[in-house]
């Protein structure tokens, strides 16, 4: 139980797109989800939390016009890059709780920006 | 031996021994803290977790230390086989901020060798 399903695992695109990364929990309810990014040889940095129905609350220095996140369901929570860049090639990994339980982790999504 | 790379630890063993993977945490207010197992191009795995009110947890193969003295946790993979070559962080967590916020540690990477 508890799974944690990230789409897609892997996209390369050119520079000025967006991006769109999907986060699903598929046999829990998620009243919290996360997301993450990862750099190569580093630890993972969160970059904000999201409940559902509400705006997501973002961490420090991460733009949230950049990077949107919307969680409109208890199952679904995406995570779009803006007019990527270069810069933003990362590993993008989600994570899901429901009410205070651990958190369960997508496999990530390595996008590559051209 | 240990070495220490650009940004992540390494610790190589021959498969049998014993490893210790260690982290120094940062806040002496997080009272839950957890081991993570990260693959290559994988999201991070679930190990072993250990609250505050306690010092060592045991799993399969596996146990946490806990000393709040000096603020550093451990980690113990008994007899390590090959497969649990990866990618290691230790978060921690204030569980009182209302949800589980994980704060990671750098990471260790264990490479078990035949």
């Known amino acids: 139980g508890a799974v944690v399903s990230q789409h897609p695992s892997r996209v390369i695109c050119k520079s000025g797109t967006s991006v769109k990364i999907e986060c699903r929990s598929l046999d829990f309810q998620a009243t919290t989800m996360f997301w993450y990014r990862q750099f190569p040889k580093q630890s993972l940095m969160l970059m904000a939390t999201?409940?559902?129905?509400?705006?997501?609350?973002?961490e420090q220095g991460v733009e949230k016009d950049k990077f949107l996140i919307n969680h409109a369901s208890l199952t679904l929570s995406t995570l779009t890059v803006t007019s990527a860049h270069p810069e933003d090639s990362s590993f993008y990994i989600c994570s899901a709780s429901e009410g205070n339980q651990p958190q369960h982790f997508g496999d990530g999504t390595r996008l590559s920006i051209l | 031996g240990e070495s220490v790379g650009l940004h992540l630890p390494t610790l190589s063993v021959q498969e049998g021994d014993n490893s210790i993977i260690n982290c120094a945490y940062s806040n002496s207010a997080s009272d839950y803290f957890i081991w993570y197992k990260q693959e290559s191009g994988k999201g991070p795995q679930f190990i072993i977790d250990?609250?505050?009110?306690?010092d060592k947890r045991q799993g399969q193969r596996v146990t946490v230390l806990l000393n709040k003295t000096v603020k550093h946790l451990s980690l113990q993979i008994a007899a390590t086989q090959p497969g649990d070559s990866a990618v290691y962080f230790c978060a921690e967590i204030r569980s009182n901020t209302g949800f589980q916020k994980l704060v990671f540690g750098t990471g260790t990477r264990l490479l078990v060798s035949p």
């Open positions: 999201s409940n559902e129905g509400s705006k997501a609350t973002y």
């Open positions: 250990i609250r505050s009110n306690m």
